[in-house]
T-cell receptor, first 116, second 114 residues
Framework: AQSVTQLDSQVPVFEEAPVELRCNYS??????LFWYVQYPNQGLQLLLK??????LVKSINGFEAEFNKSQTSFHLRKPSVHISDTAEYFC??????????????FGQGTILTVHP | DVKVTQSSRYLVKRTGEKVFLECVQD?????MFWYRQDPGLGLRLIYF???????EKGDIPEGYSVSREKKERFSLILESASTNQTSMYLC?????????????FGPGTRLTVL
């Protein structure tokens, strides 16, 4: 079984400041890693994912995350945030094995609030 | 554009009522999932289905059942609603063929049980 821990439940930042949302996972097998975002009053949508290859993955709106196998982490970063980045962010994992059916295990979520 | 729809955005029911939450996807996805979302707990998987009439329990199936009679529709059933089932319920779908594929979520149903 795997588990995901998001170390910060809330992260307040000012606009144009950098931000890091932390995610650690535990698993006895290799995993695929995901970040999903939930904007106010909406469902979740995929932000980025790591499957294999380069450990640094990027989204189209300036976020990036780095897979660190030794630290079992997948922290999400953005060098300069906008008001529109205010949302709840969820880290998730799934084992690549065939019996998982792509089931995701989610972290507790981090509410990012960007202040003007 | 991909779409997952849920029958209601807000629902208020009384303790003991039977509650149906409906989810429909138009992407021909094999996998469908039901989660509940609670503050501080993230999303927890209730049930999922990888094919018509197939279902498997997730992490918190107690008090819930599901039905998948057609590929595009996945229903969550609360046989006898209780106050501790007050929550946000999210439906999602994905392709079976690609285990790393994106899960597409509906907007959610906020259920209040009085």
């Amino acid at each position: 079984a795997q588990s995901v821990t998001q170390l910060d439940s809330q992260v307040p930042v000012f606009e144009e400041a950098p931000v890091e949302l932390r995610c650690n996972y535990s698993s006895s097998v290799s995993v695929y890693l995901f970040w999903y975002v939930q904007y106010p009053n909406q469902g979740l949508q995929l932000l980025l994912k790591y499957l294999s290859g380069s450990t640094l993955v990027k989204s189209i709106n300036g976020f990036e995350a780095e897979f660190n196998k030794s630290q079992t982490s997948f922290h999400l970063r953005k060098p300069s945030v906008h008001i529109s980045d205010t949302a709840e962010y969820f880290c998730a994992v799934t084992p690549p094995g065939g019996t998982s059916y792509g089931k995701l295990t989610f972290g507790q979520g981090t509410i990012l609030t960007v202040h003007p | 554009d991909v779409k997952v729809t849920q029958s209601s955005r807000y629902l208020v029911k009384r303790t003991g009522e039977k509650v149906f939450l409906e989810c429909v996807q138009d992407m021909d996805h094999e996998n469908m999932f039901w989660y509940r979302q609670d503050p501080g707990l993230g999303l927890r998987l209730i049930y999922f289905s990888y094919d018509v009439k197939m279902k498997e329990k997730g992490d918190i199936p107690e008090g819930y059942s599901v039905s998948r009679e057609k590929k595009e529709r996945f229903s969550l059933i609360l046989e006898s609603a209780s106050t501790n089932q007050t929550s946000m319920y999210l439906c999602a779908s994905s392709f079976l063929r690609d285990l790393a594929d994106t899960q597409y979520f509906g907007p959610g149903t906020r259920l209040t049980v009085l």
